[in-house]
T-cell receptor
Framework: EAGVAQSPRYKIIEKRQSVAFWCNPISGHATLYWYQQILGQGPKLLIQFQNNGVVDDSQLPKDRFSAERLKGVDSTLKIQPAKLEDSAVYLC???????????????FGPGTRLTVL | GESVGLHLPTLSVQEGDNSIINCAYSNSASDYFIWYKQESGKGPQFIIDIRSNMDKRQGQRVTVLLNKTVKHLSLQIAATQPGDSAVYFCAENRANQGGKLIFGQGTELSVKP
């Protein structure tokens, strides 16, 4: 079974530039999550989708971050404009449904390492 | 505030020894806890989980203990191997929040051959 795919794996940009990350979840997984992981810390949930609808975006800095999952499969996370403190690994995870997502059923991709200079 | 945190940021053990990684949580309403392993350059990988109505759960070489009285859980790894070297996170699940996970800071386990 193919895992969660993310691209790019690494990205270096200057502050105030824009960047976008892409995620392809495991086939059949209705729930998709984006996490931000700052070096030395645990992942922090940014946004959770159920199919193409947003379940939780309470931790998403909406003045600069946006995410979409238009067809309920792939998702993109965008930062515009980027700040130095956005340097982190951005992880995508998916699960069959929200209930199973908490029951150990979240599968993580390898992440995109973003460096903002 | 609400948090899930770890007591020690780093742990170094000899190959073959047992490892114990600790985690404290603050929300007594949490009903599910998960341990993840994260190797360098990879996403977190599920290891074992435990419900709040349990005190202990065992897997292959791993055991999770939950003490609700002091809001503490631990991950025990038996006969630690070099391949166990990674950062370990405990995560708290709140079922009434749609499967949302709250992660702690992590403990880096280093296994010496």
């Amino acid at each position: 079974e193919a895992g969660v795919a993310q691209s790019p794996r690494y990205k270096i940009i200057e502050k105030r530039q824009s960047v976008a990350f892409w995620c392809n979840p495991i086939s059949g997984h209705a729930t998709l999550y984006w996490y931000q992981q700052i070096l030395g810390q645990g992942p922090k949930l940014l946004i959770q989708f159920q199919n193409n609808g947003v379940v939780d975006d309470s931790q998403l800095p909406k003045d600069r971050f946006s995410a979409e999952r238009l067809k309920g499969v792939d998702s993109t996370l965008k930062i515009q404009p980027a700040k130095l403190e956005d340097s982190a690994v951005y992880l995508c995870a998916s699960s069959l449904d929200p209930a199973s997502g908490g029951l150990g059923g979240q599968y993580f991709g390898p992440g995109t390492r973003l460096t903002v200079l | 505030g609400e948090s899930v945190g770890l007591h020690l940021p780093t742990l170094s053990v000899q190959e073959g020894d047992n490892s114990i990684i600790n985690c404290a949580y603050s929300n007594s309403a949490s009903d599910y806890f998960i341990w993840y392993k994260q190797e360098s350059g990879k996403g977190p990988q599920f290891i074992i989980d435990i419900r709040s109505n349990m005190d202990k759960r065992q897997g292959q070489r791993v055991t999770v203990l939950l003490n609700k009285t002091v809001k503490h859980l631990s991950l025990q790894i038996a006969a630690t191997q070099p391949g166990d070297s990674a950062v370990y996170f405990c995560a708290e699940n709140r079922a009434n929040q749609g499967g949302k996970l709250i992660f702690g800071q992590g403990t880096e386990l280093s296994v010496k051959p």
